[in-house]
């Protein structure tokens, strides 16, 4: 089965410099894979998603995961964080074939962002 | 398009009540899954339908829970009775089939006193 650890509960970095949120995956085959963002008191929305073509995925508002393989990763990154960054940010993965395909979370990673 | 349509956005009871949560899922989208969001035990996939048949209902916490999809374009979870354990946010969700990726709604905050 497939699963997910996020090895980060909480990221805090300054405004201006470079985000890091680390995943690692379990699967079997080749997965897809997700980052969804929470703002506070707000729904998930759908950051970037890979699905077996680029390994280096570009997302909305500036962020990007790349695929990696042999180290069964899949970080999450942005050049330089933006107060409006602040969140929580899930790494999910896709379990099952066809039409039966549900989603594993993460526990999620609360990134804070600093003046 | 709308996205997927929650109500009520908030929702406070008293224990013992029947509470319904109800959810619109984007136009066209085969698949709709609900879950639950609380601090101590993060996001849970309750169940999930594709074209209006539950498929799997394996995360459902116990009988007091029940989920309906009546139509393509209308999906109730429900409560009955409610206990002040299931205060959490209840999130549902849908997506295309066959595709991974899933659309949320902005949820239902509901708080069991």
């Known amino acids: 089965a497939q699963s997910v650890t996020q090895l980060d509960s909480h990221v805090s970095v300054s405004e201006g410099t470079p985000v890091l949120l680390r995943c690692n995956y379990s699967?079997?085959?080749?997965?897809?894979l997700f980052w969804y963002v929470q703002h506070p008191n707000k729904g998930l929305q759908l950051l970037l998603k890979y699905t077996s073509a680029a390994t280096l995925v570009k997302g909305i508002n500036g962020f990007e995961a790349e695929f990696k393989k042999s180290e069964t990763s899949f970080h999450l990154t942005k050049p330089s964080a933006h107060m409006s960054d602040a969140a929580e940010y899930f790494c999910v993965v896709s379990e099952g074939a066809g039409n039966n395909r549900k989603l594993i979370w993460g526990l999620g990673t609360s990134l804070a962002v600093n003046p | 398009d709308a996205g997927v349509i929650q109500s009520p956005r908030h929702e406070v009871t008293e224990m013992g009540q029947e509470v319904t949560l109800r959810c619109k899922p984007i136009s066209g989208h085969n698949s709709l899954f609900w879950y639950r969001q609380t601090m101590m035990r993060g996001l849970e996939l309750l169940i999930y339908f594709n074209n209006n048949v539950p498929i799997d209902d394996s995360g459902m916490p116990e009988d007091r829970f029940s989920a309906k999809m009546p139509n393509a374009s209308f999906s109730t979870l429900k409560i009955q009775p409610s206990e002040p354990r299931d205060s959490a946010v209840y999130f549902c969700?849908?997506?295309?089939?066959?595709?991974?990726?899933?659309?949320f709604g902005p949820g239902t905050r509901l708080t069991v006193t």
């Open positions: 969700a849908s997506s295309p089939m066959g595709v991974s990726e899933q659309y």
């Open positions: 699967s079997s085959y080749s997965p897809s």
